[in-house]
């Protein structure tokens, strides 16, 4: 449902294991997928499809689970969703993202996220996965604290980007609000806005962040 409203939109079964998206490996779909970490070709490799802005939000069913972003999203309708509070932020610190997800070099545009008085707020609210091969373009992020475009607080992000405004109050980075796990070809280009303290253009914190290639 969004905004309390039943949505009439078809989103793929991520509970369940004997589920298409499941059951069906990489190699059967002919896709070509590397590692997470960009070397060893993995194939059969099982991720879960992401073909639409309301299966990105439906992940939240199976926050350990392997996903894949299936094309490009657009995601302006989120800006009316849930009393103009736009996207829920996917895991949060009592439920945290500790699956995979690979954007396949696909991006998510002009997603809204408008969550003043809420912490961990991005795409990915509280991650402790591995996060890579996404751009998030045109888009807007509002919170309070661990505040990101890609990841309010963030595990591992490789080759990610956000060009969108992030606003906060304390932790505000363009991509991640803070980060900790290795980041590999991160950049930002997007308008980031604190008014506390930890704020910067990629990781507005950083606590055991191995940083190779980020730049903003």
């Known amino acids: 449902s969004i905004d309390g409203k039943t949505v009439a939109e078809t989103v793929q079964d991520y509970k369940d294991t004997t589920a298409d998206n499941q059951t069906k490996s990489a190699t059967t779909l002919k896709w070509t997928v590397t590692a997470l ?3 060893t070709a993995k194939n059969g490799y099982d991720y879960m499809r992401v073909n639409s802005i309301y299966d990105l939000q439906n992940m939240d069913a199976n926050l350990s689970g392997n996903y894949i972003l299936a094309g490009d999203i657009n995601a302006k309708e989120t800006e009316t969703w849930n009393q103009k509070l ?3 932020p996917v ?4 439920n945290k993202f500790k699956g995979a997800f690979d954007g396949f070099d696909h991006t998510i545009k002009e997603q809204v996220i408008n969550r003043l008085q809420q912490d961990d707020v991005g ?3 509280y991650s402790e ?4 091969n996404l751009g998030l373009v045109a888009g807007s992020v509002t919170g309070k604290g661990n505040v990101g475009g890609v990841a309010g607080h963030a ?3 490789t080759n990610v980007y956000n060009t969108g ?3 906060g109050v304390i932790a505000v980075g363009g991509v991640a609000g803070s980060a900790h796990a290795a980041m590999r070809d991160v950049y930002n280009k997007g308008m980031v806005k604190g008014t506390g303290d930890y704020v910067g253009g990629v990781t507005g914190y950083a606590d055991g962040a191995k940083m190779t290639n ?3």
Do not use: E
């Open 214 to 216: 980020v730049y903003n």
């Open 37 to 39: 970490d960009g070397t």
């Open 91 to 94: 895991g949060n610190r009592t």
């Open 155 to 157: 595990g591992a992000l």
């Open 165 to 167: 405004t992030v606003i």
């Open 123 to 125: 795409l990915f609210g």
């Open 86 to 88: 736009g996207f829920s």
């Open 129 to 132: 996965g591995a996060i890579s």
